[in-house]
């Protein structure tokens, strides 16, 4: 299996709870290995080109609004098949059908307030990785 790359927000509500910690500790010890990292307070443009592809979603507004309300974690996270690998540790957008030991049944509040993001695919990897790192802030 080839080492890949996806990209991680840890979010507003997780950040909030001081469970930034907590969070990393699941993905590393999911064989994902944190090769950039970085807090920022997204500003409402950057989240709304973030999630653009939602735009027409009834939830849009409030995702949003959510993701700027409080400080994000945005990191580039390293692994055997990254993407899925990270994918498979959060666990269903909606909590309730999240499996054990994942992060969104362990940590998340709602199908809103979740905790994590992870890249779908490579392509979008790709895309999300740019969205927020320049090439020289990842540390392989
Ligand atoms: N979301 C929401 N309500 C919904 C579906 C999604 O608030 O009914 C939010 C939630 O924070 C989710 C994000 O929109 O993580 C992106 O949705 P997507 O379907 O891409 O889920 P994900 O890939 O994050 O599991």
Request: charged share 30%.
């Amino acid at each position: 299996m080839a080492v890949t790359r996806t990209f991680s927000i840890i979010k507003p509500d997780a950040t909030r709870r001081n469970l930034t910690g907590a969070v990393t500790k699941k993905l590393e010890e999911a064989g994902l290995r944190v090769v950039a990292s970085k807090r920022i307070h997204m500003t409402r443009e950057q989240a709304e080109g973030f999630y653009a592809v939602h735009k027409d979603r009834p939830f849009f507004g409030e995702l949003v609004e959510f993701m700027i309300s409080e400080p994000v974690v945005v990191q580039v996270l390293e692994g055997e098949d990254a993407v899925k690998r990270n994918r498979d540790i959060m666990g269903a957008t909606n909590p309730a059908e999240a499996e054990e030991g994942t992060i969104r049944k362990e940590y998340a509040l709602s199908i809103g307030e979740n905790s994590v993001h992870g890249s779908d695919s490579d392509e979008n990897a790709k895309t999300e990785i740019a969205f927020f790192f320049d090439e020289d802030e990842i540390v392989g």
